[in-house]
């Protein structure tokens, strides 16, 4: 039997979030980056921004907004969400990469989840898990937000239920058959959680993700996308869209 941790979801921690240390102020709007190499992008093509050590990866900031990352897997991005959180962001944006698992998404889409089900072991912590499957939401608002201002450059996002697995090497047909019948459109690692997280603190998060790969194919093989073009070209798109986004999001 594990501990219920819906017991005590109004109980404080223990430990807070960047331990006892004061946390500088870092302004009303983060944009978390999953992947090294979009960072990496981002770093060289978005001005000057000073960039410090955050956990295992690093912090960049400037003029109003930090981005931070690469992170991997719902623990790891949560114990990011709640530092950012800490030191003053209010609205974050989550830009990374999902396995389309619906035959309406290819490598190289932009995907805007309104839900994810939960199949990951952190959420639990941040929220009375219901429903079969279980699901959360980022904040709607935010991510109607966030397509507007896609559709205004001449994006056209896809919207809908996204699956969060902890276990990347583990997504067998049959998960990715139950999941997508019940809607999944995608498969990631972290989003739940993130909405999870952020629901708990009251901020607002949305999530902007590019279709990397696919296990959704007609021989039922996986389809990793990661060096076509049109994937390519959508990432440096995605970077310079969800920076642009964050930086107008903390001028509001």
């Known amino acids: 039997m594990s501990y219920p941790t819906w017991s005590d979801l109004n109980s404080p921690s223990i430990v807070p979030p960047l331990g006892a240390r004061q946390a500088p102020d870092i302004g009303p709007a983060a944009l978390m980056v999953s992947t090294d190499p979009d960072l990496r992008y981002i770093s060289s093509n ?3 921004l000073e960039r410090r050590p955050f956990f295992m990866g690093s912090i960049l900031t400037c003029k109003g907004i930090a981005i931070a990352g690469p992170y991997i897997g719902a623990p790891y991005a949560v114990m990011i969400i709640e530092s950012l959180i800490a030191k003053g962001a209010k609205d974050i944006i989550i830009l990374g990469w999902c ?3 619906s035959g309406d998404l290819s490598p190289g ?3 805007v989840p309104d839900s994810a089900f939960v199949d990951e072991g952190t959420s639990r912590h941040y929220t009375e898990l219901k429903g079969d ?3 959360v939401q980022p904040d709607a608002g935010l991510s109607e937000k966030l397509i507007h201002e896609l559709k205004l450059t001449g994006e056209s996002p896809g ?3 996204i699956w969060t697995t902890d276990a990347i090497y583990r997504e067998t047909r049959e998960k990715v058959s139950w999941f997508m019948e019940r809607g999944a459109l995608a498969v990631e690692m ?3 959680a993130l909405f999870a997280a ?6 607002r998060v949305a999530a902007l993700l590019v279709v990397s790969d696919s296990l959704n194919t007609e021989d039922g093989d996986w389809d990793p996308g990661f060096n076509q073009k049109k994937f390519k070209a959508m990432r440096k798109t995605a970077c310079g869209q969800a920076v642009a986004i964050t930086r107008m999001l903390a001028k509001k």
């Open 46 to 48: 978005s001005g000057a």
């Open 99 to 101: 396995g389309a698992i």
């Open 109 to 111: 889409d932009l995907l």
């Open 133 to 135: 499957p279980p699901a």
């Open 159 to 161: 919207k809908g239920p």
């Open 190 to 192: 972290e989003c739940s």
């Open 198 to 203: 952020a629901a708990y603190r009251g901020v």
